[in-house]
């Protein structure tokens, strides 16, 4: 049992390069979550999925899109990378039901830099 | 939406003193609140979380409390140990998909 895996764990793109970063959870979770993290700012939501086929945009959402390619996986894709963009990417996964709150479970995150 | 504050985002104490952090949230509708640690170069993990049909839980040295009325929750930490040091956030949940909106998170550095 894995948990939430992220791939890759390190990168680094220059301006205006894509990529997509990788997240799969084997728990059976129906909600996917991605997060940026910078210093001082917490962890800001970037898109989520509440269940398989269904994806919103989060607090922070512009520059980026979400894939849910099915229950497990939730890719998320930077089109033209911008050195704001240089954080750590957090994925997560929740048992979350409507109306009923339920802990979330993280990746081990993937530290992006932009130049 | 959710908003929510968390304060200090700085906090360093002795070991074995008492660590006290405090988080506000503006939706009343809210009902969940977790608190999550992340150890230097970690994943957040969940440490302790509270619904809001009770004003308080704990769990051996950790606690939190609720005040539905005034809107904030806190994390106490009794008896801190230097493995104790690490980032703490504090979140609500927005909406009723089950996202959350975090706090700012707070860095306790307990000094041995």
């Known amino acids: 049992n894995a948990g939430v895996t992220q791939t890759p764990k390190f990168q680094v793109l220059k301006t205006g390069q894509s990529m997509t970063l990788q997240c799969a959870q084997d728990?059976?979770?129906?909600?996917m979550y991605w997060y940026r993290q910078d210093p001082g700012m917490g962890l800001r939501l970037i898109y989520y999925?509440?269940?398989?086929?269904?994806?919103d945009k989060g607090e922070v959402p512009n520059g980026y899109n979400v894939s849910r390619l099915n229950k497990r996986e939730f890719s998320l894709r930077l089109e033209s990378a911008a050195p704001s963009q240089t954080s750590v990417y957090f994925c997560?996964?929740?048992?979350?039901?409507?109306?009923?709150?339920?802990?979330?479970?993280f990746g081990p995150g993937t530290r992006l830099t932009v130049t | 939406g959710e908003n929510v504050e968390q304060h200090p985002s700085t906090l360093s104490v002795q070991e074995g003193d008492s660590a006290v952090i405090k988080c506000t949230y503006s939706?009343?509708?809210?009902?969940?609140f977790p608190w999550y640690k992340q150890e230097l170069g970690k994943r957040p993990q969940l440490i302790i979380d509270?619904?809001?049909?009770?004003g308080e839980k704990k769990d051996q040295r950790i606690a939190v409390t609720l005040n539905k009325t005034a809107k904030h929750f806190s994390l106490h930490i009794t008896e801190t140990q230097p493995e104790d040091s690490a980032v703490y956030f504090c979140?609500?949940?927005?909406?009723?998909?089950?996202?959350?909106?975090f706090g700012q998170g707070t860095t306790l550095q307990v000094k041995p």
């Open positions: 997560a996964s929740s048992e979350a039901q409507a109306g009923v709150g339920y802990e979330q479970y």
């Open positions: 939706d009343s509708a809210s009902n969940y």
């Open positions: 999925s509440a269940s398989e086929g269904t994806t």
């Open positions: 728990m059976n979770h129906n909600s």
């Open positions: 509270i619904r809001s049909n009770v």
């Open positions: 979140a609500a949940p927005s909406g009723n998909t089950g996202k959350l909106i």
